[in-house]
């Protein structure tokens, strides 16, 4: 797929061809950002983490617009090479015409922290590369946190047609492994030393990985890792990701490129190998559902809250006190109450 | 009020008239209770701590049967003798010939730990008497918790005619303040030197309580623990309990009966302005909507547990996968299916 084939994607100027005023409606901002216009992307993207109640129209309004972008998770301890490795993804993917997309997610703040402007910096020689897109994604209104806003960004991200959606996260332990659950692929990344490998053990992380990279591959103790890694994927359960899939361990040195197409291949292989045996349907599926889960019980808490600051509560409590109701009746008219 | 004037009340004797097989309904269990035999009592409150679907049932035939017991939270830190000083107030209020009821509750585990047992012992002078009854209470099946588990307990003791019910709680912090929030009347029990009245502050107990008791006041430093509690009292807003009620600070030695008389005195003077100034029903009104609202979110999280485990959120996100919907409305239809 080249830039040039694909009319009105985004490869239009990161400008835009009109500056957007803020008062645009939802549906105008959804048309320029699928015309190419980075604002109004960002402008999307930051409805979702503000949990804008304009989201809801702009999610109707991209629903059958997704075009089934690659979604690739990366992960791995701070201090591995995640944001150079990711950057070096990025040229590899632009090198081959595809529109990428980069989301960096910092699920232990609710707002982007320090380490994400540090990220920021490595990815500036795709700053002006109207085929990239790059943005550190927080939480700000949620009830959900990141495990709403994410997949909602990564939604705004596929309708606006990237091919490719590479999702950073920042931090390690449970945050790690549940954003894990967003891609349709999780590379997890190591470096070579420090007991990496039974670290990753530990933090549950053979079972998330289905690709394994160990960057810094120059440093001493590269090879180890590999053997450490394999031989504990040896131990495990055959199907570690479902259905037949061996995770294989890739060894780049981010830094100077090296390495980074074999991992492409590698996540080609994957996508393939999904698409094959129908788990890239049962992974979306799933995530799906636990997207609408969460934005269904997140809707429950914010219809009680209202209306227990209305009248409804207080008359059922005296009703209760007078004994003229039992609590959990009363409790019955109040849930009837909320979703009446 | 003395215990002859009371026919079918809790005077009867604890092995009761009969003894219920296992097997009867909630009404007869209902009836047996409010006659006055303990086992009944006691087999409702095990229904209360194990949630069983018997309950609504149970709380619908009390419902209007409540007699308007008072309820007493005693609540402090560990070693400040709260059970000895419950034991000698269930004395006190024995010998004017009320019921009483004791309810001993540890928030810090959902089963009840080992020092209730200890407890126990304390309490075992009152075991036979047939004008007592003592539990400790555990919450083996409550979303909830004890939070949900304490007013149906004292629901179900108001209900069969106890006229005091003494809710003793065991723990620290903020489970001791939620759990305060229960009763009618709350006793912050000290015990003199170890920092306790700074430590009272810190804690927010300085505004839960109605009554401070500092107990073991033949030890030194009773009489500063006093002088301190006074003068953080003074510092704090002039209306700590609401309405111009000041809490007034009672020396006990509760091991030998010392000061508990003036405890019961203060526990009447806190009623009966509870009482003037609409203070009591505002509080009834205010738990029994914590009730509600408790029981209504706890309905809310066990009927989404049953839809998820039903076919109906395989569909929306299959649905929303294909494009025909987006995730809100997935989300709306999810929760309209939860209360349909």
């Not at 400008?15 to 999307?44: C, Q, T, Y």
């Not at 799906?288 to 934005?295: F, P, R, S, V, Y």
Request: charged share 20%; hydrophobic share 45%; proline share 5%.
């Amino acid at each position: 797929m080249t830039t040039n084939a694909r009319a009105g994607g985004p490869e239009a100027p990161a400008s835009g061809p009109a500056v957007l005023p803020r008062s645009a409606s939802p549906a105008e901002f959804v048309d320029a950002a699928r015309a190419g216009n980075h604002r109004a992307v960002a402008r999307l993207v930051s409805l979702v983490e503000d949990a804008s109640p304009a989201l809801r129209e702009v999610m109707a309004l991209l629903a059958g617009r997704g075009r089934g972008a690659q979604v690739v998770g990366l992960t791995g301890s701070p201090g591995v090479g995640k944001s150079t490795t990711t950057s070096a993804l990025v040229s590899a993917y632009r090198a081959r015409g595809s529109q990428v997309g980069v989301l960096a997610v910092d699920p232990s703040s609710p707002f982007s922290g320090g380490a994400l402007l540090g990220d920021r910096v490595r990815m500036q020689e795709h700053a002006t590369d109207p085929g990239v897109y790059i943005r550190s994604l927080a939480s700000r209104g949620h009830l959900g946190g990141l495990s709403l806003a994410t997949p909602q960004a990564v939604r705004v991200l596929d309708a606006c047609g990237f091919d490719v959606i590479l999702v950073e996260t920042v931090g390690v332990g449970q945050a790690e492994v549940d954003i894990a659950g967003l891609a349709d692929t999780t590379v997890v990344l190591l470096a070579p030393g420090m007991g990496d490998g039974i670290q990753a053990a530990k933090a549950g992380i053979l079972e998330i990985a289905d690709i394994f990279v160990v960057n810094k591959a120059d440093r001493e103790g590269a090879e180890q890792t590999r053997r450490d890694l394999k031989h504990m994927l040896q131990l495990g359960p055959s199907d570690l990701a479902g259905g037949g899939w061996r995770p294989p361990v890739r060894l780049t040195v981010a830094s100077r490129g090296e390495g980074i197409l074999e991992v492409v291949a590698a996540l080609d292989e994957h996508r393939e190998w999904m698409e094959r045996t129908g788990e890239l349907a049962r992974r979306r599926l799933a995530r799906t559902a636990d997207e609408i889960e969460a934005l269904a019980l997140s809707s429950l808490r914010e219809q009680m809250g209202s209306l227990l600051e209305g009248r409804g509560l207080p008359a059922l409590a005296d009703a209760v006190v007078a004994g003229r109701l039992d609590p959990y009746t009363a409790a019955d008219r109040l849930v009837a109450g909320v979703t009446a």
